[in-house]
C-alpha cells in the first residue's frame, strides 16, 4: 500500500520512534539521537543519521530498518544520507533513552561535566551500577559487548554491566 495523501513530517517522526537499535533493542533511533532530519521532497524521504562512532557496524542494519519501516507504512521512496559531522555525543541521547538503558542493566552515560573530568582522570570515573546503584565500580575493559561501551564491575553487588561511553 503506496500513500497517496501528502507526507507529514510528525507521521515520519513517529514511525522513526519505532525502528530499535539493533546492538541495544532496548532503545530506538530517536532515543539515540542518531537520526538528525527528515526531508520530504515530493514522495522522496530523506532521512539524515549520524552514526555514535564512525564505522559502526550497526549502521548498515539501521538504514534497512528504516527503510523497512516506512516502505511498511506505504513509503517506498527513501533515501538514507549518513553524516558526520556534527560528530555524534552522548548529549543527543534523550533523557528516556538513558532511562531504558539502565533499566536494561546498562550504565547510561554521565552528565556531560563528569564526562570532561574524567578525559583526564578516566581511572576516577564514578559509573553508578545499574543494578544496585552503588558508585563503588571499577572497569574491566575500555571495550564491552560494543565499541560504544566500556565493561565495569560493581565492588558492592559484584555485577558487570556495560557502561555507555561518553562521547
Given at each position: ?72 507504512h506505504g513509503y517506498p521512496t527513501i533515501k538514507i544520507t ?86
Amino acid at each position: 500500500m503506496v500513500k497517496t495523501a501528502p507526507i507529514s513530517s510528525a507521521e515520519i517522526w513517529a514511525i522513526l520512534e519505532t525502528v530499535t537499535d539493533p546492538e541495544v533493542p532496548v532503545l530506538t533511533i530517536t532515543d539515540l539521537g542518531i537520526v538528525r532530519d527528515v526531508k520530504i521532497n515530493d514522495d522522496l524521504i530523506e532521512v539524515v543519521i549520524t552514526p555514535t562512532y564512525t564505522g559502526c557496524p550497526a549502521m548498515d542494519m539501521i538504514a534497512m530498518n528504516i527503510k523497512l519501516a516506512l516502505i511498511e507504512h506505504g513509503y517506498p521512496t527513501i533515501k538514507i544520507t549518513s553524516v558526520l559531522s556534527p560528530a555524534w555525543t552522548t548529549d543527543w541521547m534523550s533523557e528516556a533513552g538513558k532511562a531504558k538503558l539502565k533499566a536494561y542493566g546498562i550504565a547510561p552515560p554521565n552528565p556531560k561535566q563528569q564526562a570532561c573530568r574524567d578525559e583526564l582522570f578516566a581511572a576516577d570515573e564514578a559509573v553508578q551500577c545499574p543494578h544496585c546503584n552503588s558508585h563503588h565500580t571499577h572497569r574491566i575493559s575500555e571495550f564491552g559487548s560494543t565499541a560504544c561501551k566500556s565493561l565495569y564491575q560493581c565492588d558492592d553487588c559484584k555485577e558487570p554491566f556495560d557502561y555507555f561511553k561518553c562521547h
